[in-house]
């Protein structure tokens, strides 16, 4: 009985690491928080005149929160959920990509991954060096625009960002 015990314990100390190879923890965004970013999106965009829509999505770019001012246009909300998607899927800012692929004809394939929209707008949102989540933002005049509202919004809850 002993030896069965033994044989087992020493299994199971090999066995758990490997286990542990097999799957992995992420921190990704919770919904309050990206409701709070949406919000405060529209709101940075409506101080300055411009009606937007803004999304924000997990780790995966998969959509928390999509919140649009009452007079954005019906285009707005879709091209906001592509920003935050491309900038959570690259971990980057949209605008950085932007002039990536407008400096680098190499890279101007960028453009042609499904979902991905090359504008400035989107941000990635990040907890030290780890990717979370990310803001997009679409309907300013201007990606540049877009991207100071996000800036805002993200600088609004930083604190809660850690």
Same mark, same amino acid.
């Given at each position: ?9 020493? =299994?199971? !100390? ?9 799957? =992995? ?22 101080? #300055?005149?411009?009606? =937007?829509?803004?999304?924000?999505? #997990? ?12 007079? !954005? ?14 900038? !959570? ?69 930083? #604190?809660?960002?850690?």
């Amino acid at each position: 009985m002993k030896n069965v015990l033994l044989s087992i314990a020493f =299994v199971a !100390a090999f066995a758990a690491p490997a286990l542990a190879e097999d799957t =992995v923890k992420q921190t990704s965004l919770g919904t309050a928080l990206a409701v709070d970013l949406a919000t405060a999106g529209v709101a940075a965009c409506s101080a #300055d005149g411009y009606n =937007v829509a803004v999304a924000v999505t #997990d780790r995966a770019g998969i959509l928390l929160a999509l919140v649009r001012a009452e007079n !954005a246009g019906a285009h707005t909300a879709n091209a906001a959920i592509a920003k935050a998607y491309t900038s !959570a899927s690259s971990r980057n800012p949209t605008s950085g990509m932007a002039e990536t692929v407008t400096k680098n004809p190499a890279a101007a394939g960028l453009a042609d991954i499904p979902g991905f929209l090359v504008l400035a707008g989107g941000m990635p949102l990040k907890v030290g060096k780890e990717t979370v989540g990310a803001i997009g933002i679409g309907g300013a005049p201007g990606g540049n625009l877009d991207e100071a509202c996000a800036v805002k919004a993200i600088e609004k809850f930083a #604190d809660r960002l850690k």
